[in-house]
């Protein structure tokens, strides 16, 4: 299966311990995005990568939120002292190109902050 | 008022029947993606459209770019089609959206 590939499913995490979120996109694929659902609402765009490089972090939170796509290994998007509200699915897609190429998404990572 | 408008918000049909989902956005847009998310929280990319039509197995997608508006439709409906359909915009290198559409087809 050469898919998107996010681990953990899901994630339990006290108040305050940071959680690390991972995506190998499909082979070939040097185009990386994440998304979030928080319960009950709709798919919101967090961050879009390429190889090394953020190329749009408009939808990130200003605080408590990185991500990277080094050369070498998966997608990290990591969240530093999560809070209840971190709660959610996080999605992550990747593609050959650009946002007007076809998005393959990953099963998501369930984050649950207790 | 959200830049990009889905009606229904849920739907129930019987099997068999014709859907129509709408997808309406109030920004020019250089891209719409349909997506489809199963009861069990998967995405899965249905289409890509900048113009015109296209169609995938019993899956229809159509988008009008003068008026801003694009519409998904499933032919033959089945039970295994009930999900979650969301439409996408992509609007300056930001993709916004949609809340969604809830379909459940009743065998």
């Known amino acids: 299966n050469a898919g998107v590939m996010q681990n953990p499913r899901h994630l339990v995490r006290r108040r305050g311990q940071e959680a690390r979120l991972r995506c190998s996109p499909v082979?070939?694929?040097?185009?990386v995005y994440w998304y979030r659902q928080l319960p009950e609402e709709g798919l919101k765009f967090m961050v879009y990568?390429?190889?090394?490089?953020?190329?749009?972090e408009s939808g990130m939170p200003k605080e408590r939120f990185s991500a990277e796509f080094p050369k070498e290994g998966p997608s990290i998007l990591r969240i530093q002292q999560v809070v209840r509200g971190d709660s959610a699915a996080y999605f992550c897609?990747?593609?050959?190109?650009?946002?007007?190429?076809?998005?393959?998404f990953g099963p998501g990572t369930r984050l649950l902050v207790l | 008022k959200n830049e990009v408008e889905q009606s229904p918000q849920n739907l129930t049909a019987q099997e068999g029947e014709f859907i129509t989902i709408n997808c309406s956005y109030s920004?020019?847009?250089?891209?719409l993606h349909w997506l489809q998310q199963h009861p069990g929280g998967g995405i899965v990319s249905l289409f890509m459209?900048?113009?015109g039509k296209k169609k995938h197995g019993r899956l229809i997608a159509t988008i009008n770019i003068q008026e801003k508006h694009s519409s998904l439709h499933i032919t033959a409906s089945h039970p295994r089609d009930s999900a979650v359909y969301i439409c996408?915009?992509?609007?300056?290198?930001?993709?916004?959206f949609g809340a969604g559409t809830r379909l459940t087809v009743k065998p």
């Open positions: 897609a990747s593609s050959t190109g650009s946002y007007q190429e076809t998005q393959y």
């Open positions: 082979k070939g694929h040097s185009h």
């Open positions: 990568l390429q190889k090394e490089n953020i190329i749009d």
């Open positions: 920004v020019g847009i250089s891209a």
């Open positions: 459209l900048s113009s």
């Open positions: 996408a915009v992509l609007f300056n290198n930001d993709m916004r």
